[in-house]
C-alpha cells in the first residue's frame, strides 16, 4: 500500500526544545516538500528537496532544518528559534521536479506549543 | 494584497446542487492553475490541474481559468454529502520549482443531504 505516513500524529514542545516530524514515503519519488498550515492562510512551503542530499530553502525556513538521507525520508526539525511552530505540518511529494502536474500529501502533524 | 484570494466560507448547498468555488489571482505570469480537496484533519488531495485558459472536466468536476479577468473556478455539478471539505485553489507561474506554488487560502464548502 503506497502512500506518505507522517509521525506523529500530534505533537508537543517545550519552549527552547527542538522537536522533528516524521516523513516517509515510498512513492518511489525523488522530490519531497514540507509545508506549514495556519488557519485562514494557504500552504506554505518551508523547505523542498529534488534529490537526496540536496535540499532547498523554502518561503519561510528560518527556525527550520531539514535532512534528506535517504530517498524514502525527509524529516523536519523545528528548532527553538522558530517562535511561533504552532501549526499544521504537512509533508508532501512528487515523482519529478513538477509538482504542479502531481503532489501527494501525507496526513499532517499537528504541532503544540506548552 | 495577496497574490491570491479565495473567500473562506463556509458556504452551505443542498445535495445535488451545482457548486461554484472561486479565486482571483493578482499575477498575470500565473500559467498553471491547480484544485486541491482538503477533508478535515487531512493532507490535501489534488483535484485537478490546468495549463493556461479553458475549462478541464474531469466526472462531476469542471476546472475553468479566465486568464484575462485573473479569475479561476472549479465547478461541482451533482454535490454529494461526500464533497464536504476545504477546497484549495494554487497557482504557479513556472512548471518547477516547487517554491513558487502560491496558496489560496481555502473555501470550506458543507454539502446538505
Known amino acids: 500500500d503506497g502512500g506518505i505516513t507522517q509521525s506523529p500524529k500530534y505533537l508537543f514542545r517545550k519552549e527552547g526544545q527542538n522537536v522533528t516530524l516524521s516523513c516517509e514515503q515510498n512513492?518511489?519519488?525523488?522530490?519531497m516538500y514540507w509545508y506549514r498550515q495556519d488557519p485562514g492562510q494557504g500552504l506554505r512551503l518551508i523547505y523542498y528537496?529534488?534529490?537526496?542530499?540536496?535540499?532547498q530553502k523554502g518561503d519561510i525556513a528560518e527556525g527550520y532544518s531539514v535532512s534528506r538521507e535517504k530517498k524514502e525520508s525527509f524529516p523536519l526539525t523545528v528548532t527553538s528559534a522558530q517562535k511561533n511552530p504552532t501549526a499544521f505540518y504537512l509533508c508532501a511529494s512528487s515523482p519529478s521536479q513538477r509538482p504542479q502536474e502531481t503532489q501527494y500529501f501525507g496526513p499532517g502533524t499537528r504541532l503544540l506549543v506548552l | 494584497q495577496k497574490e491570491v484570494e479565495q473567500d473562506p466560507g463556509p458556504l452551505s448547498v443542498p445535495e445535488g446542487a451545482i457548486v461554484s468555488l472561486n479565486c482571483t489571482y493578482s499575477?498575470?505570469?500565473?500559467?498553471?492553475f491547480m484544485w486541491y480537496r482538503q477533508y478535515s484533519r487531512k493532507g490535501p488531495e489534488l483535484l485537478m490541474y490546468t495549463y493556461s485558459s479553458g475549462n478541464k472536466e474531469d466526472g462531476r468536476f469542471t476546472a475553468q481559468v479566465d486568464k484575462s479577468s485573473k479569475y479561476i473556478s472549479l465547478f461541482i455539478r451533482d454535490s454529494q454529502p461526500s464533497d464536504s471539505a476545504t477546497y484549495l485553489c494554487?497557482?504557479?507561474?513556472?512548471?518547477?520549482?516547487?517554491?513558487?506554488?502560491?496558496f489560496g487560502s481555502g473555501t470550506r464548502l458543507s454539502i446538505r443531504p
Open positions: 528537496s529534488q534529490i537526496v542530499n540536496d535540499f
Open positions: 512513492l518511489n519519488h525523488d522530490a
Open positions: 499575477n498575470s505570469a500565473f500559467q498553471y
Open positions: 494554487a497557482m504557479s507561474a513556472r512548471y518547477s520549482s516547487a517554491s513558487k506554488i502560491i
